[in-house]
């Protein structure tokens, strides 16, 4: 099991791309073009997780600076974690989750935002709700974990 940072040159990240696009592309109206530009600058936030496992893509997330929402601070963001669907309920959200924390400390963050319309969910890897805020695509819940200092 390998947690790899990906770029337009790794072989999954074609796979992650139209997945984002079939997603959540496709909904906000947002061109595939503009999510492969989005995510193929590899200096600084986004970026894209996979989770690898025997040569197949199991499941990915991102650390974005704000994921949708405009607000300074907030940042980052656990955004767009997606486990493909043969794949769920065996733990790998979890591993993403807590994989994504080691990575934002290890950026410098001390703490780690996303937002979703699940509720009692995200409670169970020791985020806490801080508000709803309306946005261009409407209300999001607004999360927040505290990153371990060494």
Known sequence: MDIVLLNNNNR????VIN??????GSKKNTSYEKILSTYSNFSSLP???????NDTLIGTYCLSPKDD???EDYTPYLANLYIKEKY?????????????????QALGYDNLYLHSHLNNYYEKYSFTYLKEINTKYG????????????
């Open 12 to 15: 999954y990240f074609k796979e």
């Open 19 to 24: 997945i984002y696009y079939k997603w959540w």
């Open 47 to 53: 970026h894209i997780y996979a989770l690898i496992i």
């Open 69 to 71: 929402i405009d607000n």
């Open 88 to 104: 769920r309920n065996q733990g790998y959200s979890k591993i993403l989750i807590n994989d994504a924390k080691i990575k934002a």
């Open 139 to 150: 209300p999001k819940r607004i999360y927040k974990t505290k990153l371990k200092k060494n």
